[in-house]
């Protein structure tokens, strides 16, 4: 997927809205874009065509989108405003619109039925809803837990809140993007010395130098940029600005602050990025922050390029946690630099053997590429493990494959909830409602015990802890027995 076109559609199309007064549901025009790009081939806005339409609400959100077949108005809803905006902006002729318009009328009273019916699921949908929504499909290593409380400081030692890896921006980059910084033009670097050193000057000084309100307008505001600049680079993430004026409230003398002037201001001096309600760190500043750490004598490591990575470092990296743009970017230019067959054939290669969280990895990444990979993928048909996945890959994509047998349909769903085991500990209530929702059913519980998989007591355990229903419950917990007293003996 391009992340970036979606992305700067997604803004784009809220912007649009707020000036029309329109209502815009975001989150499910961006899946829309999201899957169209993934999947039909999609790179721009006007890549959208009628048929387009017909993929992803009558096949694509059936086999892959778990949501209620009630949910249907909303995607309906989701892709007319779509068009709507396509037209208003002039990126498809209004011909096109029109027969999109009438497409979506008629995919409108059939789509709840194709929600609904079971028949129409694949594999990651119909075995894995209950790991939550979108197990495969998901955005790999997106941190996880809810929005951070940036009024609870780190603790001040290095050993106890270790730094995570940094990905910087090319020195050239970085170089060129301190003649973008207003506050440069007014007081530009002394000039003697290499212009990054000296960037990284600046920035020590407006964090650690008491600089008495010279940043913010607040001494008080100013004496805790350390701990905010230190907390998003901790989080590597986009912050909403709400969060951040939280923060910054309790630190002012009368509670209160002026949020947009205080992000402006940071904005001029080159230290952060605000885009449509939301904040990050820009490159220049983590590229500053990471030099003082290292004066301090920190670790302050740096995030590999996966892209350069071959499939095994890939995965390994994917693992060790990267936030999602990041992920999404080093997916794509690691994609980029094979065929599909090679890419296909060096994931599974990889995958082969590997830890079930591996695995999946490897399969959701594989699971983006097109009928073109159909040979290296059916290579892994004799590999007991990956044969699963590969069968439901191939019938995916309308290929011959042979059917699952009701053993391996076992293995498979174990497989999957192992996959999902790291977020079910982490966020236990979420996976519950989602068990609720739409488990495996008892039978199928009932059976786990006897697969021949590394974490099939695990995810017995797991289920036997989850399940809402009691009976339910119950039978994961003497399947859990069964499974741990078959590999004692």
Known sequence: MSIEWVNQAIDDLRAWGRAREVEVDADEVRLLCDYASDYLNVNELGDFTPETFDELLLSIYPRKVIAPPESAPETIAAARTLVAYLIETGAVPEERAARMRERIADIEPRLSDALADTANFGMAKSLFSSIGPESLEQSIAIPS????????????????????????????????????????????LP????????????????????????????????????????????????????????????????????????????????????????????????????????????????????????????????????????????????????????????????????????RGIAVTIVDRLGAEAEPQVRDHLDDAELRPHVIHWLAARRLPAPQLTQDELLWVSVDMLALAMPAAEEDPEIFAENMAASGPPAHMIEEMWRVDHPDVVEVLELLGRSIPDGTVAKAARKAAFKARSRTIR
Do not use: K
């Open 145 to 188: 837990g809810e929005v951070p409380d940036l009024g609870e400081a780190p603790c001040d030692c290095p050993g106890c809140t270790p730094l995570p890896a940094a990905r910087l921006a090319p020195p050239e980059e970085l170089t060129a993007a301190l003649g973008g910084v207003p506050m440069l033009r007014e007081r530009p």
């Open 191 to 358: 000039g003697a010395g290499e212009p990054l050193r000296e960037w990284a000057d600046v920035v020590t000084g407006i964090l650690e130098r008491d600089p008495r309100g010279s940043v913010t307008g607040s001494a008080e505001l100013d004496e805790g940029l350390y701990d905010l600049f230190d907390m998003l680079y901790r989080l590597q993430v986009r912050v909403p600005v709400g969060v951040i004026g939280d923060y910054l409230d309790d630190l002012s003398c009368d509670g209160e602050c002026d949020l947009d002037a205080v992000l402006d201001r940071l904005s001029w001096c080159g230290l952060l990025d605000v885009e449509d309600g939301e904040a990050e760190l820009t490159p220049l500043a983590v590229w500053g922050l990471r030099e003082h750490y290292l004066a301090l004598g920190l670790d302050a490591p740096l995030a590999p390029d996966l892209a350069e990575a071959d499939a095994f470092g890939l995965i390994q990296g994917l693992l060790e946690g990267v936030p999602a743009e990041l992920a999404e970017g080093d997916i794509d230019r690691w994609l980029s630099g094979r065929t599909p067959g090679e890419a296909a054939g060096e994931l599974l290669e990889a995958a082969s053997g590997a830890p079930a969280v591996a």
